[in-house]
């Protein structure tokens, strides 16, 4: 089987569309999804935002399971303007994949391959994202990928970090990290969002703007995901 990992369902659901034979199920109190493509048994498990919930999802979904693959996948932000929104990535530093055979499933979509960093919470200020990238010689971040890389070395789970960009220096949130996601309660606070748009009614035309970037980034996303997984991975 392959495993692909995504930290919430807003990231997934394109690629979960593009499965045969879906059915949810249930394995040591976590949810999962497993469907085929190309003949290869898929298994797709959201890990949530953050090392906590990331490491006791991941702990569970990995529980006594064999995988010849498992991709990391999501959306990452980068730390510089060289990396664009909507760039397609592979974290060298995190995949223990031969990279190049990986790259070869893209022949039709640009890709870089970048060190990633994983960061305890959302970076929003530019000044920020250039004094980290300075500081750890790292181009993107998430928030879960180091964790994951982590559990399949235990395991001996050959890795594919697989992102995205979504935002950048020139390009940020919308909003304050903490108005867009509460990571404690793993969601959005609807009622939270809504009032800062309200109090900051100009900041509206960026927030639909962010989410035709993040509806676009889930395509790019399902589309690399897809060229993977038809490719010769069984090496691996």
């Known amino acids: 089987m392959i495993a692909v990992t995504f930290a919430l369902p807003a990231e997934s659901s394109e690629f979960l569309r593009q499965l045969g034979n879906k059915s949810p199920a249930d394995r040591n109190g976590i949810n999962i999804v497993r469907g085929t493509m190309h003949d290869r048994t898929i298994e797709v498990h959201h890990t949530g935002v953050g090392e906590k919930a990331c490491h006791e999802r991941l702990r569970r979904f990995l529980?006594?399971?064999?995988?010849?693959?498992?991709?990391?996948?999501?959306f990452a932000g980068s730390l510089t303007?060289?990396?664009?929104?909507?760039?397609?990535?592979?974290?060298?530093?995190?995949?223990?994949?031969?990279?190049?055979?990986?790259?070869?499933?893209?022949?039709n979509m640009a890709i870089h391959a970048v060190n990633m960093l994983t960061v305890?919470?959302?970076?929003?200020?530019?000044?920020?994202?250039?004094?980290?990238?300075?500081?750890?010689?790292?181009?993107?971040?998430?928030?879960?990928?180091?964790?994951?890389?982590?559990?399949c070395a235990a395991h001996g789970i050959p890795l594919l970090s697989l992102r995205v960009i979504t935002d950048t220096?020139?390009?940020?949130?919308?909003?304050?990290?903490?108005?867009?996601?509460?990571i404690e309660r793993q969601r959005t606070d609807l009622l939270k969002l809504g009032t800062f748009f309200l109090v900051h009614p100009?900041?509206?035309?960026?927030?639909?703007?962010?989410?035709?970037?993040?509806?676009?980034?889930?395509?790019?996303?399902?589309?690399?995901?897809v060229g993977v997984v038809r490719s010769q991975i069984g090496a691996y």
């Open 63 to 74: 529980d006594d399971q064999q995988f010849r693959l498992l991709i990391s996948a999501g």
């Open 81 to 107: 303007d060289e990396l664009q929104v909507n760039d397609l990535l592979v974290a060298q530093n995190f995949s223990t994949v031969d990279l190049k055979h990986a790259q070869s499933s893209f022949s």
């Open 120 to 151: 305890p919470a959302l970076i929003h200020s530019s000044e920020e994202r250039k004094r980290i990238a300075h500081e750890s010689g790292a181009s993107a971040v998430d928030m879960e990928t180091e964790f994951i890389a982590r559990a």
């Open 202 to 225: 100009t900041r509206v035309p960026s927030l639909v703007q962010f989410a035709r970037r993040i509806a676009r980034a889930r395509k790019i996303l399902a589309s690399g995901l």
């Open 169 to 182: 220096p020139s390009e940020p949130f919308p909003a304050p990290p903490n108005v867009l996601f509460d």
